[in-house]
């Protein structure tokens, strides 16, 4: 059965009950590691220093990922395979999808990473989203990235960056409620919306933004300045701490009660790649 007809049998069951649609939260990481699979090294000889900036990998984006899923008992997805054999957070067709050491691959051999090294990321969140909204549940889905302070001689002017579709009154919402929560505990940091990326452009959210309605997916790109991963200690902690704290507060909308997950538990699966 399509999943649109999913959806809708999940609507209107919960219209007939008449009670609020419990919030299910979700969090992924798509860029978590720079790990280079055994089959691929060659390609990556000497290129170690490269896999350590942010085009290998999100540095700590997997451990706040972590302690999202913790504090919220929210099943976790991630891959630690190197963005620079495939990029897990872009769409099949893009161009961004292989780097500039997988492009020249032949057809079949970029087949085989998409086979091996992204379906195995992409297909289990796809099918927990299909599962969670069957069972008449809303979905938060956060998605934890990290960005290098400087690019190509720019330097970034924000802290933390909340990607969304500014269409999406929910994704709005949300992120009107983080920001305000996050600005009234760190005054200090520097917070943009849709920087330093947009949020509607290509990527695992907006792709779940394709196939499921606004009123039961909200989908936000949670973007932080790789300078508080480099520079590791109480920045790096309290910046953490805080943005879990403002995060609590956000969603107590969501999620009606202790601002815990309000839908009955589902198994958090976490998944190594």
Wanted: charge should be positive.
């Amino acid at each position: 059965m399509p999943p649109a007809v999913y959806l809708a049998d999940a609507k209107s069951r919960a219209h007939r009950r008449r009670k609020p649609i419990a919030t299910a939260i979700l969090i992924t990481c798509e860029h978590a590691g720079k790990r280079v699979p055994a089959a691929y090294r060659d390609l990556f000889e000497g290129e170690e220093a490269l896999l350590d900036t942010h085009r290998g990998w999100d540095p700590g984006a997997l451990t706040l990922a972590r302690e999202m899923a913790q504090a919220f008992e929210a099943p976790l997805y991630f891959t630690e395979t190197t963005r620079l054999l495939i990029d897990n957070n872009r769409s099949i067709g893009s161009p961004e999808l292989y780097s500039e050491f997988t492009k020249p691959l032949p057809v079949a051999a970029r087949r085989e990473i998409v086979q091996k090294h992204y379906l195995p990321h992409r297909e289990p969140i796809l099918a927990w989203v299909r599962d969670t909204l069957v069972a008449g549940r809303r979905i938060v889905h956060i998605a934890s990235h990290s960005f290098t302070p400087e690019l190509n001689g720019v330097v970034r002017t924000a802290d933390v960056g909340f990607l969304y579709d500014p269409r999406r009154r929910g994704e709005v919402a949300l992120c009107d409620r983080w920001i305000g929560a996050l600005r009234h505990a760190r005054p200090d940091l520097r917070l943009r919306r849709n920087y330093p990326y947009l949020g509607n452009s290509d990527g695992l959210c907006f792709r779940l933004r394709k196939v499921h309605p606004a009123d039961v997916y909200v989908g936000i790109e949670l973007e932080v300045n790789q300078a508080f991963v480099r520079a590791g200690g109480k920045p790096w902690t309290a910046i953490r701490a805080a943005l879990l704290e403002s995060m609590r507060a956000a969603l107590s909308a969501e999620l009606p009660g202790s601002g815990r997950a309000a839908s009955p538990r589902l198994a958090a699966r976490t998944a190594r790649r």
